[in-house]
């Protein structure tokens, strides 16, 4: 593992060659990044290939596998094989990949995880499949081998399609949610036979290794879920998105999971509203710094932004959500390049700051399900930048990222370490693709990679903060939500004009640990009870 | 693992019905009954999941998918009476002519196949899987026993009927359904009574199909025929007609009895959630003819009138609802009386006068009546796989009018907008039992 070194980083002038996207109203102006494809030359070549039973699906595991704290690429391959790359790209520079022989060849994958299952500091990856399910364990070196039996997990035989982690309290070893799509045997009549859903709880208080997996009845065919603390309470719910494609009588989905206790739904009694859409992905963020996240859920045609409709409520927020999609200009409904008039179709979202103004933004991939002529065909990726005012600006083709492939799964890493987060997009049928962020932006960053001592050794369930002046930043570290895809490593913020930001982290516990002063533009390992160490990439 | 392939029963019911002892009753007895319902239990499921198949969609749909069974069967029995020359647009359809015999089974199911797959053309992946699963195995089970020739002969039959109501159909202006069937642009009318948005779903800012009143009728002469008076003139003074209809929503909703809530939700019938409301009168019309052990004759004529009636109901109205373009409830009420007021269903997203589901009930209690007598009582268990509970009725009127005031109770219409929409459904419903069918 590479010796963290003590650095310090100078601060990146604004670029004249950088676009300024000025709406309506002075002083709301916003920078658009500049992103380059560099499909061709960064040596992800893997297609998320497959007809009706990857029609869903087509993931990403974003993570450092060789613990040179550079982000590795991991890429489902639907009915081809699934490929790891390692991440060989300069400081700064292209972006470029080298496949490797990991042990993650595997057949049939539709999504992927990383997680730190057994805590001994190398990523674990969760593959899932249409088929057995598979826990793979990190031994180093980007090299893989089979878990499930040595770690008790029942893969089962399914189409599994969504994926969550969280630590329980008290637990020394992950719970992990699996989501699971419709009875992929039934042929003439698939609809209203949604498979459960499972939950893999530890075998016992103390145990390593999972109990036989517990059924999440009822269950309407996820497409995300996502372990999130949505009242703050310290024990996260478990978010579901379904597909109402497929289910009857079902709709989106919270459960409460009380420790050692079995999981019950939220329902009208304690305020929640039904909500049926063709749920695909989950992005979690506090946009309106009040201390909760909202959720923004894809679907087809409009998508949905949830904030929370009481936060203020007297003993803690009801779980009753708005949508304050179309006000804040997020519904991403219809392709915003070319004329057709018919709706999207939206899979991974993601919020991160790629501007780095100290404002979270927003990544939707794009695709028709396979050939719905109802639906764009040519239906581009979002990249939505969140304004001043909290209402979002498309830019996905003033960025340079409007590709109009069939994309599925997704991600956002600063893959070249250079302080601009990049993007990738696992596409159906066609090469997954790379944009690497390619021009300085006038806001500055920090970059966090969390660390504790014990089991949950990368704090899922943490909060982080970052404070600049009077503006707090929060983001919940999780394991899950998105479509398909997941990512371990650095979290990155921006920070605007910031020469320098307070950090604050809410350990799983609830521990809060000391507001501590970072210097903009770094990389930092933060752990737990201890000041956070500059990193500096080489 | 056991978990695993759980299926929930109304469906394991469905299956073994579709592909095992659905006709268990008529065992060995082959009849053309069974294509028939069959591919209107797949059409009421790809009506849900196709996402053009908003109402007004769906009634022209099982119109279509009718008249095709009706007219395939019709050619070759001497007691029933083709459609064409009574519908609008509807030319002879091909003779069987005096050669060799044809068999029901097989060139309805062909026929049937030939629509539905045409129809749903546009239905996703899902679907079109499983209509190529459906033709394959209704194919086979109508062709079991028949000789090759007979079934070469039949199928080329029923495909020759389909076309022939095919490119009927494809004039009538309800063909293309673009972007869900909501205009790209629309500016609402500049009054204060006129329809807004009520969906924070940005494509729901302009209304659904406006245009879908001009469409061509099938039994009365047009979308004008049987036209509504106009609503209560728009006023926001306390003791106005209009606002005493508005005051009678809000406070209904607030009032609302489990009874009424259970009525709002049971007829709520959202399109992409449910086979709409005029598929809910199909499957009416589905359990009625099962209770009856109908053939294939009566099954076929009483779902083309249905269809037919449901298709009118759905033009008649929709001109109205553009003639009138009249303001929702949630809009006047947060406005006048309770800015904090909501309804218990979504609010559609087009004008509200007058109220789709009670012409289009009124209508369809209407035919059915007609065929089935004005005191047939029923069971409607439309929703049972969706965990809403069969509902009796004592007769179809009773069932419609239930269904028309669940908008009431659903906080989504105004008392007159039901009232004169059931009118103008039995005034639409008159046309169609006037059609002929029989010697």
């Known amino acids: ?538 | 693992m056991t978990l695993l392939g759980r299926i929930v029963a109304p469906f394991v019911i469905l299956v073994l019905a579709l592909f095992g002892g659905m006709m268990g009753a008529r065992a060995g007895d082959r009849s053309a009954v069974d294509p028939i319902r069959d591919w209107y239990r797949l059409t009421l499921e790809l009506v849900r999941h196709t996402p053009t198949y908003s109402p007004p969609v769906a009634s022209r749909a099982f119109a279509y998918l009718g008249v095709t069974a009706f007219e395939a069967l019709a050619t070759g029995d001497d007691r029933l009476v083709t459609l064409a020359g009574q519908l609008s647009g509807l030319e002879p359809p091909p003779s069987r002519g005096g050669g060799p015999a044809y068999d029901d089974p097989v060139l309805v199911q062909a026929a049937m196949a030939e629509v539905v797959r045409d129809l749903f053309a546009n239905t996703g992946p899902t679907g079109q899987r499983a209509i190529a699963a459906f033709e394959k195995k209704l194919r086979a089970r109508a062709a079991d026993g028949i000789d090759a020739e007979t079934v070469a002969r039949s199928e080329a039959y029923g495909r020759a009927i389909a076309a022939h109501i095919l490119a009927w159909s494809r004039t009538d202006g309800g063909a293309v359904v673009q972007n869900m069937g909501f205009p790209a642009t629309y500016r609402p009318r500049e009054a204060p009574g006129a329809w807004v948005p009520t969906s924070l779903v940005a494509q729901q800012q302009a209304p659904l199909l406006p245009g879908w009143g001009s469409n061509r009728t099938f039994a009365m002469p047009d979308g004008s025929t049987c036209g509504t008076p106009a609503p209560p003139a728009y006023s926001e003074e306390p003791g106005s007609a209009f606002y005493r209809e508005a005051a009678e929503v809000h406070r209904t909703v607030l009032d609302l009895t489990p009874e009424q809530r259970a009525i709002a939700r049971f007829w709520s019938d959202d399109p992409m959630l449910s086979p709409t409301p005029p598929g809910h009168w199909i499957s009416i019309a589905l359990r009625v003819l099962e209770d009856d052990g109908a053939d294939a004759a009566r099954t076929a004529e009483t779902l083309a009138l249905l269809g037919v009636g449901l298709a009118d109901a759905f033009i008649g109205c929709w001109h109205a609802k553009f003639e009138y373009d009249l303001i929702r409830p949630v809009t006047y009420i947060r406005r006048v009386i309770d800015p904090k007021w909501e309804p218990i269903l979504n609010t559609p997203p087009f004008p509200e006068y007058p109220s789709g589901h009670s012409t289009q009930s009124g209508a369809a209690a209407a035919v059915l009546a007609g065929l089935f007598g004005e005191d047939r009582a029923f069971e409607d268990a439309t929703h049972v796989d969706d965990g809403l509970p069969a509902r009796t009725y004592p007769n179809f009127r009773a069932a419609a009018e239930e269904a028309a005031l669940s908008r009431l109770y659903g906080g989504i219409h105004f008392r007159s907008a039901i009232e004169r929409g059931l009118e103008q459904g039995r005034c639409i419903g008159a046309y169609v039992t006037a059609l002929r069918t029989r010697k």
């Open chain 1, 1 to 538: 593992m590479t010796s963290p070194r003590i650095r310090s980083i100078p601060p990146l002038l604004a670029a004249a060659a950088l676009i300024w996207a000025v709406p309506a109203l002075a002083g709301e102006a916003v920078a658009v990044p500049r992103f380059v494809e560099e499909t061709a030359t960064a040596g992800i070549d893997t297609i998320y290939a497959g007809e009706w039973e990857f029609m869903v699906g087509g993931g990403t595991a974003v993570f450092d596998c060789d613990g040179d704290r550079r982000a590795d690429v991991f890429v489902a391959g639907g009915a081809g094989t699934a490929a790891l790359f390692r991440n060989a790209s300069a400081v700064g520079g292209p972006l470029r990949f080298e496949r490797l022989q990991s042990g993650l060849e595997v057949e049939g994958v539709s999504g992927a995880w990383p997680l730190d299952v057994d805590g001994d500091g190398i990523q674990d990856v969760v593959l899932l499949r249409v088929g057995e399910n598979l826990v793979m364990r990190g031994t180093g070196g980007c090299r893989f081998e089979r878990a499930n039996e040595g770690w008790g997990f029942d893969g089962g035989d399914a189409w599994s399609t969504a994926f969550a982690a969280t630590w329980e309290r008290g637990l020394a070893w992950p719970t992990l949610a699996v989501g699971n799509y419709i009875d992929r045997n039934e042929e003439a009549f698939p609809w209203g036979s949604c498979t459960d859903n499972w939950l893999h709880r530890p075998a016992a208080a103390g145990a390593r290794r999972f109990a036989a997996p517990l059924p999440l009845v009822p269950s309407y065919c996820a497409l995300s879920i996502l372990f999130t603390d949505w009242n703050r309470s310290g024990v996260p719910g478990l978010r579901v998105s379904n597909d109402r494609e497929y289910y009857k009588g079902g709709q989106e989905q919270l459960w409460r999971l009380p420790p050692g206790e079995a999981p019950v739904l939220y329902g009208p009694s304690e305020g929640w509203k039904p909500l049926k859409i063709w749920g695909m992905g989950i992005a979690a963020y506090d946009l309106d710094s009040d201390g909760y996240p909202e959720y923004f859920l894809t679907s087809m045609a409009d998508n949905k932004l949830q904030a929370l409709a009481d936060p203020g409520a007297v003993g803690g927020p009801p779980p009753v959500f708005a949508d304050v999609a179309f006000a804040r200009g997020v519904t991403a409904h219809r392709p915003y390049v070319g004329d057709t008039v018919k709706p999207s179709t939206a899979w991974h979202a993601q919020f991160e700051d790629v501007n780095n103004d100290g404002r979270a933004d927003l990544f939707v991939v794009k695709g028709n399900v396979a050939e719905m002529p109802d639906f764009a065909a040519e239906d581009p990726n979002n990249l939505l930048l969140q304004k001043p005012d909290g209402t979002f600006l498309e830019a996905g083709d003033t960025a340079g990222v409007a590709s109009t492939a069939i994309g599925r799964g997704g991600a956002l890493a600063d893959f070249n370490l250079d302080g601009r987060l990049d993007m990738l997009v696992v596409n159906r049928w066609r090469s997954a693709q790379l944009w690497r962020s390619a021009e300085p932006l006038p806001g500055r960053w920090l970059q966090l990679e969390l660390r504790q001592p014990g089991p949950n050794r990368d704090a899922i369930g943490a909060w982080i903060e970052i404070r600049t002046g009077e503006r707090v930043q929060r983001r919940e570290v999780t394991v899950g939500g998105g479509h398909a895809s997941g990512q371990a490593g650095w979290r990155h913020f921006g920070l605007g004009e910031a020469s320098s930001a307070e950090l604050r982290v809410l350990w799983p516990d609830g521990e809060a640990g000391d507001w501590q002063r970072l210097e903009a533009d770094g990389f930092y390992i933060v752990e737990r009870g201890r000041p956070a160490i500059a990193w500096t990439p080489g």
